[in-house]
């Protein structure tokens, strides 16, 4: 049983400052990695895939991939009040096709 | 273009009832998951279908099927519900069987009385 591990959070941040999400995962064979953002009551909806190690930006967002060390990041800058979600962590196995999501990070965004 | 449809979105069923939820996916995608999301928890792999066939299933008692039809859409069944059954049930489609991120419906709230 693979492993997906989050910080639950809250994390706080002020508008406007970088906000750090961190995931760790048990499984080194692992190699699709993505971030979800999910608002309270809402469905999942996806912002990132990395599968490479190294950074991979997307206007404000930008994930990072070190498989070594079994860690996925997700970094958003200039953070905005709508960023506040909950964010999950994804891993998604290569002799199979589920995901394993992790318990997700609540993010809150301080105006 | 219609996105991942689900219904319905609320259902309120008492325990031991049986419930189906249905999922239409995004038009030209072939393969349909099904996830449950506890309150509080990352969604939960329970079924994948592509072509019309099982290609994976999570750890989920058997209380739980689902099928594909020919149009791609999809039915997830639960059995002999159970308070602890009461979740956020979605759907995802994707293009193909590998999956490269999903798209996921809007869900099904379920409670179980």
């Not at chain 1, 979800?36 to 009551?41: K, L, M």
């Not at chain 1, 490479?52 to 997307?58: A, F, I, L, M």
């Not at chain 2, 998951?33 to 309150?39: A, D, F, H, K």
Request: proline share 4%; with cysteine; hydrophobic share 30%.
């Amino acid at each position: 049983q693979k492993e997906v591990e989050q910080n639950s959070g809250p994390l706080s941040v002020p508008e406007g400052a970088i906000a750090s999400l961190n995931c760790t995962y048990s499984d080194r064979v692992s190699q699709s990695f993505f971030w979800y953002r999910q608002y309270s009551g809402k469905s999942p909806e996806l912002i990132m895939s990395i599968y490479s190690n190294g950074d991979k930006e997307d206007g404000r967002f930008t994930a990072q991939l070190n498989k070594a060390s079994q860690y996925v990041s997700l970094l958003i800058r200039d953070s905005q009040p709508s960023d506040s979600a909950t964010y999950l962590c994804a891993v998604r196995e290569d002799t199979g096709n589920q995901f394993y999501f992790g318990t997700g990070t609540s993010l809150t965004v301080i105006p | 273009d219609a996105g991942v449809t689900q219904s319905p979105t609320h259902l309120i069923k008492t325990r031991g009832q049986h419930v189906t939820l249905r999922c239409s996916p995004i038009s030209g995608h072939k393969s349909v998951s099904w996830y449950q999301q506890v309150l509080g928890q990352g969604p939960q792999f329970i079924f994948q279908y592509y072509e019309k066939e099982e290609r994976g299933r999570g750890n989920f008692p058997d209380r739980f099927s689902a099928r594909q039809f020919p149009n791609y859409s999809s039915e997830l069944n639960v059995n002999a519900l159970l308070l602890g059954d009461s979740a956020l049930y979605l759907c995802a489609s994707s293009l193909t069987l590998a999956n490269y991120g999903y798209t996921f419906g809007s869900g099904t709230r379920l409670t179980v009385v």
